[in-house]
């Protein structure tokens, strides 16, 4: 089983809707987590971390942090245009290391 | 603050040709510093990792390597360059609190 999992996608929203991004793991002992956006041919750029339960807002992005259900997700309200990207989600286990998912592609449709 | 310089952005090689590719990072003191390939479509996969000078950790057999001259610099090397190296390379610097990534080097072996 993977450290990280997320669906793949394409997932598509129109614009103005909002989209959810989510994200399981297998180490239940995971303590922080991390939500990047990468837009083709660039970098992944960290757009939200969260480190206990709930939810945890930041403009547009909210991410929330279930540890029981053993998931993450990221969700972007109002969706633009410009958020159409690949959203990563990371985490690190309790053995401190680091992992990425594979990423959901999210195209925004105006 | 700080800052995590990368390059070439695209480099185009032949086969069997040598690789060196440099990250440096300005700001801190005894980063971690990563290797991170990613191939076209797909998820990260972590190369090297490094917690200090000289200190190299190898995450997969393959025909590259890695070394960390001075603290803040992290090079990513091949002797001879195979087709299956192209990929996007990215460089990366952590302390538990999310990574930060260079902008990428484009990699093609033709």
């Known amino acids: 089983q993977k450290e990280v999992e997320q669906n793949s996608g394409p997932l598509s929203v129109p614009e103005g809707a909002i989209a959810s991004l989510n994200c399981t793991y297998s180490?239940?002992?995971?303590?922080?987590f991390f939500w990047y956006r990468q837009y083709s041919g660039k970098s992944p750029e960290l757009i939200m971390s969260?480190?206990?339960?709930g939810d945890k807002e930041d403009g547009r992005f909210t991410a929330q942090l279930n540890k029981a259900s053993q998931y993450v997700s990221l969700l972007i309200r109002d969706s633009q245009p410009s958020d159409s990207a690949t959203y990563l989600c990371?985490?690190?286990?309790?053995?401190?290391?680091?992992?990425f998912g594979t990423g959901t592609s999210l195209t925004v449709i105006p | 603050s700080q800052t995590i310089h990368q390059w070439p952005a695209t480099l185009v090689q032949p086969v069997g040709s040598p690789l060196s590719l440099e990250c440096t990072v300005e700001?801190?003191?005894?980063?971690?510093l990563y290797w991170y390939r990613q191939a076209a479509g797909r998820g990260l996969q972590l190369l090297f990792y490094?917690?200090?000078?000289?200190?190299i950790s190898s995450e997969v057999p393959q025909n590259l390597s890695a070394s960390r001259p001075q603290d803040r610099q992290f090079i990513l090397s091949s002797k001879k360059l195979l087709l299956s190296d192209s990929g996007f390379y990215l460089c990366?610097?952590?302390?538990?609190?999310?990574?930060?990534f260079g902008s990428g080097t484009r990699l093609t072996v033709v």
């Open positions: 990366a610097w952590g302390q538990g609190h999310g990574y930060t």
């Open positions: 180490d239940r002992g995971s303590q922080s």
């Open positions: 969260i480190y206990s339960n």
């Open positions: 990371a985490l690190t286990t309790t053995g401190n290391q680091f992992y």
């Open positions: 700001g801190t003191s005894n980063p971690n």
């Open positions: 490094s917690v200090g000078i000289g200190q």
